[in-house]
C-alpha cells in the first residue's frame, strides 16, 4: 500500500504530474511486449516519472523504509515481462531522462541517461563519425537503459557483440538509494570486482541503471547487403562456419528458414522458389569499395561450395533495402499467420545452429504445430516462432509443451534459455534446468545482499 | 436489434482490431498526442490495450476509460508505422461507439454539434450556425472569437500578384476529358460555415473545367461517426448516396469530407439493399486535388509568394494524395516542402475543442516548422486544419497567412 502521506512525499521530489495514481493511467504501465497476460494485480499503484539521479535516489530511500516494491521500466518493448510490476508498488519509468550528458570525441566515449532510445544513441554518435554497434529490432523504440539491464543483442552481434560489449561504467541507485559510479574510461580494470558486467543485463533487479557510459568505435566507411538462397538449411550453416573460419566476418548474418521465407512471401506478395529451404542475408562493411567487394566474392565462393542456389549482391542501396525489408518485415509477416505467435529467443553454440533447428522441425512435427525459426546465425541465437491460437485450451497446452521442449533442445546442446530477451517472468520456470540449483542460489546470493528487502523488481528471473 | 446486442458487436469489432497489437511500442514516437503528453496511454498502443484491458475484464468501461479512447486524433500515423499494421483509428470509432449505446447517448456535447452538422438549416446559413455555435458552447471552432481569419484570393493577389500574375502566363493544360463528364461538388459542413470564401473558390475552379452540378448534400456524417453516433451517419449516407446518383464524379474540396466518402461503400457492405449504391458512390468520389490534377489542370495564375504545403491525415494517410496538392503549388508559387508537412496539426474534428492545452502544443510543433520553412503561406485543404493554422498564425504574430488550396490556384 502506498499512503497519501508517501505519495505526497514523493510528488515533492518529482513533481506532481511525474507521479502517476488513477487507475487508467497506471494501467499503461502494467505490461510490456511480452505475451504475459494481462491482470488487475499487475497494475502498479504509482507510476513515478524521476528527471535526474538524485530524484530516483530519494525515490528509493522511501521505498526502502516502507518497503514498498519497484519496478524499473524503459520503453516496455521487453519480450519477457521484465517491466511488468508483478506485485504492484512503483512503477519508476525512465523514459524522461534522455539527455546526453557527455560527448567524449578523444576517448571515443559518450555518457548518456538511460531513456534516450537507442537509435538517438546511435545518430548522436553517426553525426560525429562515430559507430555505437548494437542495434537490436526494437531500437528505434527502445531505451539504452533497458538495453543495458537486458543486455539487448542485435543483428551486428556477429561482428561487433552486444550492449555489455559497449558498456564502460554505470551509475547505479542501489535499492537502499544509495548512488554507486562502476567501470570508468580506462579500457584496463581490474579494480574489484566486475561491477559492470554484473549490473549489464540485470534486468532491474539489482539497482536502477541512472547513467551509462558507452565505448564508440569509428564508423565504417560504407556498407553492402548479400541475399543467398539454399537448397538446404545445412548448406546455409556451413557457408556462416566456413566463412568465419576463413576470418571474413560479416557485420550481420541472418538466416530465414521456409516457414518464414512464406510468411514474408505471404505478406510481400512474393513468389519463393520451391527448391529454396534456407535464406541467409548479409551486411559486409568496411572503409573502400575493394574492401567490400573482396569480401563479397569471399562469400559468394564459399556459398558456391555449399550449394548455394542464388547469390544476390545489391548494386544500389535501393536493392539493399529491399533485400533488409524482407528481414524487417519478418516478425510482424510471421505474427500475422496466426491467432498468437509464442516468439522465442534462445541461443547454442554456432556449430549446434543446423542441429537445433532439425529438433526444432522434429517439436513441430511432434505437436503438430506450425514453429517458424529465423535468427542471427552468426552468433547462434535463434528466434522460434511457435503458431497458434491460445484462446483454443488443447491447442494452447501443445504450444506450451512445444516451448517447454524448444528450451530443452537449446540446453541439450550446450545452448541457454535466451540471447538477448533476458529470463523476466517467461523464462522464470527453465532458469534451475540451465543454472543448476547452486547457480540460481548464487544470484540469489548477490540480490540479497544488494536488495535485502526485495524490493527491486520482485518476481523476477527465479 | 437490442443495444446489448449492438454493444457487443462494436466491442467484437474493436477486439478484432486490437487484439493484432503486438504491443511493440513501434507506434509511441511517431503518435503526435504521444509527444505532446508522454505519458503510455496517448499512444496507439496505449489505446489500443485499454481496449484490450476492458474486453479481458482487466480494467472497467467507466468515463476515465472512455475519455482514454476518445483522447485520438484519428490520424493513422501510428497505422503507417505499425509493423502490423494495426487499424487504431478503426478500434476507437468502434469503442467510442460501443459507449454512445452503452450510455445511451455520446455525450451532451457531440450530441450538440452532431445536431448542428444534421440540421443544413443552420449550416446553410452560416450566420445561424455561428450563433447555435455559440449558444452550445461550440464557439472555440472558430478563432479568435467568432470571425475566422480567412485570408481571401482577392487579397491574396493584392499582396502577392507581380506582373507574373497578371500576365496568366501558366501554360493552359492539354488534357480536356473531364467536360463531359457530370462533376458534383460536395458541400462540406466547415467549409460552408467558416470558410466561404474559398467555398466560393472551389466552386470556381470546378465550374471553369465542367460543367458543375450543385447538389444540396447533407455533412458527410464523420463528426457522428468518430463520436458513436453511427445511426445518424448511416442515416445521413444514404441521403447522400441518393443525391449524387446522377453525378459521375463527386468531388470535395474537404480532405475529411472526401475521405469519409470514399469509405461509405464498406459501411454498407453487408446491406443487401444499399450495398451497390455505397459502393458505387464512394467509388466516384474524389478530392479537389486529386480530380483537378486528374483531369490536367493548372493554376489560374503564377505568383510570387513562397508557398507551403500542411498535408491533412485524411487527405495523405487517408487517401494516399500526397503528391497532387504539391504539384499544383509548385505550378502556382515558390513552393518550399516544410519540415513534417504530413505530420497532424492537432485540430482533428473537435480534439481541439475538448483538448485545446494537448492540441496546443502540436500545434506549436507545426508553427515553428512552418516558420521555419520561410513560407509566406501555408496552404492546406481542409477546414479543421485550417482553423488550427490561423491561431498558428496569429501566435506566429502574423510571419504567415493561411489558405485553402483553391484559393492559390
Ligand atoms: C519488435 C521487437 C524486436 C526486438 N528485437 C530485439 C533484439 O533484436 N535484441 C534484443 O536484445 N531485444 C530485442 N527486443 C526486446 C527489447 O526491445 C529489449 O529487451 C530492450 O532492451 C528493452 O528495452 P526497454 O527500454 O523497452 O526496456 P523495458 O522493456 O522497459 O525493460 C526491460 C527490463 O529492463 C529493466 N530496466 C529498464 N530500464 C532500466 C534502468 N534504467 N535501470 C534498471 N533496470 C531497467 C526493466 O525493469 C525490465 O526488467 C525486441 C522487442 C521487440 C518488441
Ligand atoms: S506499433 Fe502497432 S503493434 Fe506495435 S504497439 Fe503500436 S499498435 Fe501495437
Ligand atoms: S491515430 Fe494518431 S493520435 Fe490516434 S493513436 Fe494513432 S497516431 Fe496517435
Known amino acids: ?462 | 436489434m437490442k443495444n446489448t446486442d449492438k454493444q457487443e458487436q462494436y466491442l467484437k469489432k474493436a477486439g478484432e482490431i486490437v487484439s493484432q497489437c503486438d504491443r511493440c511500442g513501434a507506434c509511441l514516437p511517431v503518435c503526435p498526442l504521444f509527444g505532446a503528453k508522454d505519458i503510455e496511454f496517448s499512444s496507439a498502443r496505449g489505446k489500443n490495450n485499454v481496449a484490450r484491458g476492458i474486453l479481458q475484464g482487466v480494467i472497467q468501461p467507466t468515463p476515465a476509460a472512455m475519455a482514454v479512447l476518445n483522447f485520438c486524433l484519428l490520424c493513422r500515423t501510428c497505422v503507417d508505422n505499425c509493423p502490423s499494421k494495426v487499424q487504431t483509428d478503426e478500434a476507437m470509432i468502434a469503442l467510442r461507439q460501443y459507449f454512445a449505446e452503452k450510455n445511451g447517448t455520446p455525450g451532451a456535447k457531440y450530441k450538440a454539434l452532431g445536431n448542428l452538422m444534421k440540421n443544413r438549416t443552420l449550416v446553410k446559413f452560416s450566420a445561424g450556425a455561428l450563433k447555435v455555435l455559440r449558444k452550445t458552447g461550440l464557439n472555440s471552432l472558430v478563432p479568435h472569437g467568432m470571425a475566422p481569419g480567412e485570408f481571401t484570393r482577392k487579397e491574396y493577389l493584392a499582396s502577392f500578384a507581380g506582373p507574373a500574375a497578371l500576365s496568366g502566363s501558366v501554360p493552359s493544360s492539354p488534357v480536356q476529358l473531364a467536360k463531359k463528364a457530370k462533376a458534383a461538388y460536395f458541400r462540406g459542413c466547415g467549409m460552408h460555415m467558416m470558410f466561404p470564401d474559398a467555398e466560393k473558390e472551389s466552386i470556381a475552379i470546378l465550374r471553369s473545367v465542367t460543367d458543375l452540378q450543385l447538389v444540396d448534400n447533407v455533412c458527410c456524417g464523420l463528426p457522428h461517426l468518430a463520436h458513436g453516433l453511427r445511426g445518424d451517419f448511416l442515416a445521413m449516407a444514404k441521403k447522400n448516396i441518393a443525391l449524387f446518383e446522377k453525378a459521375d464524379v463527386i468531388v470535395s474540396d474537404c480532405a475529411s469530407c472526401s475521405g469519409t466518402l470514399k469509405h461509405i461503400g464498406a459501411y454498407f457492405a453487408d446491406d443487401p439493399e444499399w450495398k451497390d449504391r455505397a459502393a458505387a458512390f464512394s467509388q466516384k468520389v474524389m478530392d479537389f486535388s486529386e480530380y483537378l490534377t486528374h483531369i490536367g489542370y493548372t493554376p489560374r495564375h503564377r505568383v510570387a509568394a513562397k508557398l507551403t504545403f500542411h498535408e491533412p491525415c485524411h487527405l495523405g494517410r487517408g487517401q494516399g494524395v500526397k503528391k497532387q496538392p504539391r504539384e499544383l503549388l509548385k505550378a502556382a508559387g515558390d513552393y518550399i516542402e516544410m519540415k513534417d508537412a504530413n505530420v497532424c496539426c492537432g485540430g482533428a474534428g473537435s480534439f481541439h475543442m475538448d483538448y485545446p492545452e494537448v492540441a496546443a502544443a502540436i500545434l506549436d510543433k507545426k508553427r515553428i516548422n512552418i516558420e521555419n520553412s520561410g513560407a509566406q503561406i501555408v496552404v492546406t485543404e481542409c477546414p479543421t486544419c485550417l482553423v488550427q493554422l490561423n491561431k498558428a498564425a496569429a501566435n506566429s504574430g502574423g510571419k504567415f497567412k493561411v489558405m485553402h488550396i483553391s484559393q492559390v490556384i
Open chain 1, 1 to 462: 500500500m502506498i499512503t497519501n502521506e508517501i505519495k505526497a512525499k514523493i510528488r515533492a521530489i518529482v513533481g506532481a504530474e511525474n507521479a502517476l495514481d488513477s487507475t487508467i493511467e497506471c494501467f499503461g504501465y502494467s505490461y510490456d511486449s511480452s505475451f504475459v497476460p494481462m491482470e488487475t494485480k499487475n497494475i502498479p499503484q504509482l507510476v513515478v516519472r524521476p528527471a535526474a539521479a538524485e530524484e530516483v535516489s530519494q525515490v528509493m530511500v522511501l521505498a526502502n523504509e516502507q518497503g514498498i516494491p519497484v519496478t524499473p521500466r524503459g520503453a516496455a518493448s521487453g519480450r519477457t515481462g521484465g517491466s511488468i510490476p508483478l506485485e504492484g508498488g512503483i512503477s519508476l519509468s525512465l523514459d524522461r531522462m534522455t539527455k546526453v550528458i557527455e560527448f567524449d570525441e578523444q576517448n571515443m566515449m559518450i555518457t548518456v541517461e538511460p531513456g534516450m532510445r537507442t537509435i538517438d544513441v546511435y545518430n548522436y554518435a553517426a553525426a560525429k563519425g562515430l559507430f555505437y554497434p548494437p542495434d537490436p529490432g526494437s531500437w528505434k523504440y527502445s531505451t539504452i537503459g533497458g538495453n543495458v539491464a537486458e543486455n539487448a543483442g542485435g543483428m551486428r552481434a556477429v561482428k561487433y557483440g552486444v550492449t555489455s560489449n559497449y558498456v564502460m561504467g554505470l551509475e547505479v541507485v542501489l535499492a537502499d538509494g544509495t548512488i554507486i559510479h562502476t567501470g570508468g574510461k580506462a579500457i584496463k580494470n581490474v579494480t574489484g570486482y566486475n561491477l559492470t558486467q554484473l549490473f549489464t543485463g540485470s534486468e532491474g533487479t539489482l539497482g536502477i541503471i541512472t547513467r551509462i557510459l558507452l565505448r564508440l568505435i569509428p564508423m565504417p566507411k560504407m556498407r553492402n547487403t548479400l541475399q543467398m538462397m539454399f537448397p538446404q538449411l545445412d548448406d546455409a550453416c556451413h557457408t556462416i562456419r566456413d566463412m568465419l573460419l576463413t576470418g571474413v566476418v560479416p557485420a550481420t548474418a541472418e538466416l530465414m528458414d521456409r516457414v518464414s521465407l512464406e510468411a514474408v512471401a505471404r505478406y510481400r506478395k512474393l513468389d519463393v522458389d520451391p527448391k529454396v529451404d534456407a535464406c541467409v542475408i548479409m551486411e559486409v562493411d568496411g572503409d573502400t569499395k575493394e574492401d567490400l567487394k573482396k569480401q563479397a566474392d569471399r562469400i559468394e565462393t564459399i556459398a558456391h561450395k555449399n550449394s548455394v542456389l542464388e547469390v544476390q549482391v545489391a548494386a544500389s542501396q535501393q536493392e539493399s533495402d529491399e533485400i533488409w525489408a524482407i528481414r524487417r518485415g519478418l516478425s510482424s509477416a510471421i505474427g500475422a499467420m496466426a491467432p498468437t505467435r509464442l516468439g522465442e529467443d534462445i541461443s547454442v553454440p554456432r556449430d549446434a545452429f543446423p542441429e537445433t533447428v532439425r529438433l526444432i522441425r522434429k517439436i513441430s512435427e511432434k505437436y503438430k504445430l506450425t514453429i517458424a525459426v529465423y535468427g542471427h546465425a552468426g552468433d547462434g541465437n535463434l528466434h522460434p516462432s511457435v503458431l497458434c491460437d491460445l484462446a483454443k485450451p488443447e491447442e494452447a497446452e501443445r504450444a506450451h509443451h512445444a516451448v517447454d521442449e524448444i528450451f530443452a533442445a537449446a540446453l541439450s546442446v550446450g545452448g541457454t534459455l535466451s540471447g538477448e530477451h533476458g529470463i523476466g517472468i517467461t523464462k522464470r520456470p527453465y532458469i534451475t534446468k540451465a543454472l543448476g540449483e547452486a547457480g540460481v542460489n548464487t544470484l540469489k546470493l548477490i540480490k540479497q545482499s544488494l536488495d535485502p528487502k526485495g524490493i527491486l523488481n520482485p518476481g523476477k528471473i527465479w
